[in-house]
Nanobody, 127 residues
């Protein structure tokens, strides 16, 4: 049973930075992809960034390219999301997720492809 616990959320001003952490109960490598997703009030969940646990290939949503960086530390069974130059539109609950099977054909940011989810951490960016 895979368990994921997010931390690092908080409130910052526009232009600020936060680093989110996702601690997994087991080996990150047991999953094919790990990722960060977010959901704002009244909006559907969207993929923010994911990472191939094997070769560390990152995938980013266009809205965060150049601002966010996803990384992993297999020794710590932890995935990180460094968020810089935060904007009010980044405000959402951020969820960590893991996919147990292979992801191909551009599905890396599809929430429905992920099998395990954390409870989320709130990120609020004020103007």
């Amino acid at each position: 049973q895979v368990q994921l616990v997010e931390s690092g959320g908080g409130s910052v001003q526009t232009g600020g930075s936060l680093r989110l952490s996702c601690a997994a109960s087991g080996s990150i490598y047991s999953n094919t992809f790990m990722g960060w997703f977010r959901q704002a009030p009244g909006k559907e969940r969207e993929g923010v960034a994911t990472i191939d646990t094997g070769d560390s290939m990152p995938i980013y949503h266009d809205s965060v390219k150049g601002r966010f960086t996803i990384s992993q530390d297999r020794a710590k069974n932890t995935v990180y999301l460094q968020m810089n130059s935060l904007k009010p539109e980044d405000t959402a609950i951020y969820y960590c997720a893991a996919a147990r099977g292979p992801l191909y054909g551009g599905t890396w940011l599809w929430p429905e492809k992920y099998n395990y989810w954390g409870l989320g951490t709130q990120v609020t960016v004020s103007s």
